[in-house]
């Protein structure tokens, strides 16, 4: 019974995830759209409104919703398996793979572990659907999703262009996860202590969510703007490290965000 109510817990989630993704989507599709166009082309536009509206003047309306099949894709794929492994790892580490004295000295390693565990999984489910999505946002035209494989010589050409940016996606999926879960579980745990009691009311749910997402957005932003640049319709061929430093050489870090 618990092993069928275990399963249950996780085939629930993971409906939950996908239902949020499709209803999300046609709001967020476009703020996504433009924030990408934005990091792949920083210096072409000063603000938003410029960015959205160079994006209807070259594609018209359904420009903000370029790239939409892969990204409603991966969004889907992704919530299929993210909240079940996050509703799994944590127990599995705690129950099979960790100590009771490591888990005692350091009391949040299977959260750590978790974050690590899923941002790697990511990277060989995502990254193919996360570039197609970026190539698609940021062409100078309306363009089809099949124009990106028509432009492929053969099969191992179109393997490494779907995996072109993953040092970037790596270290953008694992530093997000990482923080993600870590600052969850810590800022959760001090209003708890703080105020005495178990039970967070929604204030102070929303209150943590606000930070955990101020902390993981200021922790991944400079590696999503990277993997933009790399996957982008017009790539970036230079190394990550080499566009870290040409973009903070040149226009500080601020160009990041």
């Not at 019974?1 to 499709?22: E, F, H, K, P, Y």
């Not at 432009?151 to 970037?168: H, M, N, V």
Request: aromatic share 12%.
């Amino acid at each position: 019974m618990d092993r069928w109510d275990r399963s249950s817990q996780l085939l629930i989630s993971a409906a939950i995830g996908v239902s949020r993704t499709i209803g999300g989507l046609p709001l967020e599709h476009p703020l996504d759209t433009i924030r990408t166009r934005w990091q792949a082309n920083p210096t072409s536009s000063s603000n938003s409104w410029q960015v959205a509206r160079e994006i209807y003047v070259s594609k018209g309306f359904l420009g903000f919703y370029s790239g939409a099949i892969p990204n409603t894709t991966r969004r889907a794929v992704k919530q299929t398996y993210r909240w079940p492994m996050m509703l799994f790892f944590p127990q599995f580490y705690h129950d099979h793979v960790l100590s009771h004295r490591l888990q005692k000295q350091y009391p949040r390693l299977p959260k750590i572990l978790t974050g690590l565990s899923i941002a790697n999984f990511e990277i060989l489910v995502i990254n193919p659907l996360e570039r197609l999505k970026v190539w698609l946002m940021t062409s100078p035209t309306r363009i089809s999703l099949l124009e990106f494989f028509q432009r492929r010589s053969d099969t191992r050409d179109i393997i490494r262009e779907l995996y072109r940016g993953t040092s970037a996606v790596f270290f953008r999926q694992n530093i997000s996860w990482v923080t993600f879960l870590y600052t969850d579980e810590l800022i959760k745990a001090k209003l708890r202590n703080y105020k005495q009691c178990q039970d967070l009311n929604h204030v102070d749910l929303f209150v943590a969510g606000m930070l955990v997402g101020l902390v993981n957005t200021g922790a991944m932003m400079p590696f999503d703007y990277v993997k933009t640049q790399k996957q982008k319709f017009y790539q970036n061929n230079d190394s990550l490290m080499h566009i870290f430093r040409m973009t903070l050489k040149q226009e500080g870090i601020t160009r990041f965000y």
